[in-house]
């Protein structure tokens, strides 16, 4: 696309990386095998060994960020820059950079990264709080219609080998979690799986959100030492009185099965109960209630989760108690994110943690 729009217009294009020591570790090969694809723009590019020109006097400028800063502050008039592995790119260079690249009246800046640390530079600029006109896509390996066979035999290996947060930042482009530190670490799988009626459930549950927190519904059901979540639903600023629409589209006759909820929102409650979920009920708490529900839900061999429920999939992986910024200590805090549809799991199966059949020490 670069190498297009560069054809298209005379542009001056800035290709920068954190860690660049030679041309051999740029963009440069990249581009040039793009335009060795198509014969009208290896037609159009003078390709030297450390630079592109177009025949329209578009040019390439390659720079690395970290020894070259300055040198990337005096650059004028650059309409497009390109940022390869943004995800090193620490604050300091997006400050130094943005001030410089955006001084065209049209000018762009594409980053490019394999997601790692969520709360990154590069996480919090462009997927926690993207600027209005920007636009983040995330890609992975079945978006890619040329992506090989061969490639595929060894990422259905890997789904195998590996525990999932490990395969998802692999291949799917999730965040590199500590797994010591998640709290259902090698506890819970996604598979394919119909619940038959021999199997305890369904136990539905709920929890309430708007803005930033999402409205997070799921139906799960237990069968021998073994927790399964078969649906979910919700999302972010649904109304009260919408609620148990959305829940609807997203859980087979979820009105007809009693459903649990915070119970610190009783107001919420009697809301959605006549709003299309008449049999919501309050999910008991006590002191200690969360510590115990994450017990309970260890206490299971294994948690399941279907392949649709990916919401739930993410927290799976992502919820986590703190770990010591210094030491690295995982500390018996929890981490206030990514719980919402694991908060709902633990109200749908609430009454079973403090007594009745299933409890504490059952497995």
């Not at 990249?30 to 060994?49: R, T």
């Not at 997070?216 to 078969?230: F, K, P």
């Not at 210094?326 to 799991?345: Q, S």
Request: glycine share 8%.
């Amino acid at each position: 696309m670069a190498a297009v729009w560069g054809y298209a217009e005379p542009l001056r294009i800035l290709c920068t990386r954190e860690f660049q020591a030679s041309i051999s570790e740029s963009f440069h090969a990249e581009l040039k095998a793009a335009i060795a694809s198509e014969p009208w723009l290896e037609a159009h590019y003078d390709v030297g060994v450390d630079y592109l020109k177009g025949a329209n006097g578009t040019q390439f400028i390659f720079r690395g960020l970290r020894r070259n800063v300055q040198s990337v502050k005096s650059l004028a008039k650059i309409d497009l820059t390109i940022v390869e592995e943004a995800e090193d790119v620490p604050e300091a260079s997006w400050l130094a950079l943005e001030a410089t690249v955006f001084r065209q009246p049209f000018s762009e800046l594409w980053a490019l990264w394999n997601p790692r640390l969520e709360g990154s530079p590069v996480d919090n600029r462009f997927r926690k709080t993207p600027p209005e006109n920007a636009i983040t896509v995330e890609v992975n390996h079945f978006d890619n219609p040329f992506f090989p066979p061969t490639l595929d035999i060894l990422r259905k290996r890997e789904q195998e080998r590996l525990d999932p947060a490990t395969y998802h930042h692999v291949w799917e482009g999730g965040y590199l979690v500590n797994s010591d530190a998640q709290v259902l670490a090698g506890k819970w799988r996604v598979a394919e799986f119909e619940p038959s009626d021999s199997w305890d459930g369904p136990y539905q549950g709920g929890d309430f959100g708007y803005a930033q927190d999402p409205t997070a519904a799921v139906r799960c059901y237990i069968h021998g030492d073994t927790l399964y979540v078969s649906h979910e639903a919700g999302g972010r600023a649904i109304e009260l009185d919408d609620i148990g629409n959305k829940v609807a589209d997203g859980i087979p006759s979820f009105a007809d099965y009693v459903s649990r909820w915070d119970s610190a929102s009783p107001g919420s409650i009697s809301i959605i109960s006549r709003n299309g979920i008449p049999r919501a009920q309050g999910a008991p708490k006590w002191q200690g209630s969360v510590d115990d529900g994450i017990r309970y839900l260890r206490a299971f061999r294994e948690i399941v989760i279907h392949p649709r429920c990916k919401a739930t999939i993410n927290e799976a992986r992502l919820y986590s108690y703190k770990v010591d910024r210094l030491t690295g200590d995982i500390l018996p805090v929890l981490v206030d994110a990514n719980n919402h549809y694991i908060d709902a799991i633990r109200y749908a199966v609430s009454p079973m943690i403090k007594g009745g059949r299933y409890n504490l020490d059952a497995f």
